[in-house]
């Protein structure tokens, strides 16, 4: 599996935009990005996934470059409840060992 | 539907003993998985199973047994607990990338564990 590098923390101010950067240069063309938030303790919870095009749902959207080797998650309008560490994944589906790799994350506060 | 549950949530272990983690998801998922998390860490895959009566090894499996006789339950067993052991398991599941698109995996809130 590819590997996916972030910066280990960010701030950003409720009610702004939370646009949050993911490297993944030596993603292949049959690899899909994923990402996943773990708030507090709790389990990781999905958010959002795409291979080449962007894609956008009710929690955020997904923006992933041209050549694939970076993509930006972006919470529009991010609020306190958003404060979490966010996971970017890369994985191949198919023949059936669906294995997500973590790597340590980042750690996104959302500031009143 | 309850998603994926497991129990207990917490648990204190003394080296030498032996537990069974359970998890149940009722989405009739094909795809289960445990995962360890460690103080300030990502999620390590311990162990995977694609359907019932099939399992595989993960990341960092040792230590470490499952079985997988329903489509419904993937227990998680620790034969002999080690104070390394401690940690936060989280299971998870999904439908299979085969033919099933390519859906996401549901975590449950896990299991606290400690080994003293």
């Known amino acids: 599996d590819a590997k996916t590098t972030q910066p280990p923390s960010m701030d950003c101010a409720e009610g702004r935009a939370a646009n949050l950067p993911c490297n993944h240069s030596?993603?292949?063309?049959?690899?899909?990005v994923y990402w996943y938030r773990q708030i507090h303790s709790q389990g990781p919870q999905y958010i959002i996934h795409g291979l080449k095009n962007n894609e956008t749902n009710e929690m955020a959207s997904l923006i992933i470059t041209e050549d694939r080797k970076s993509s930006t998650l972006i919470l529009p309008h991010a609020t306190l409840r958003d404060t979490a560490v966010y996971y970017c994944i890369v994985i191949v589906w198919g023949g059936g060992s669906e294995k997500l790799v973590f790597g340590k994350g980042m750690k996104l506060t959302v500031n009143p | 539907n309850a998603g994926v549950t497991q129990t207990p949530k917490f648990q204190v272990l003394k080296t030498g003993q032996s537990m069974t983690l359970q998890c149940a998801q009722d989405?009739?998922?094909?795809?289960m998985s445990w995962y360890r998390q460690d103080p300030g860490m990502g999620l390590r895959l311990i162990h995977y199973s694609v359907g019932a009566g099939i399992t595989d090894q993960g990341e960092v499996p040792n230590g470490y047994n499952v079985s997988r006789s329903t489509t419904e339950d993937f227990p998680l067993r620790l034969l002999s607990a080690a104070p390394s052991q401690t940690s936060v398991y989280f299971c998870?599941?999904?439908?299979?990338?085969?033919?099933?698109?390519?859906?996401?995996?549901?975590f449950g809130d896990g299991t606290r564990l400690s080994i003293l």
């Open positions: 989405m009739n998922h094909e795809y």
């Open positions: 998870a599941s999904s439908y299979s990338g085969q033919g099933g698109g390519r859906q996401p995996q549901h």
């Open positions: 030596t993603i292949s063309g049959n690899e899909y």
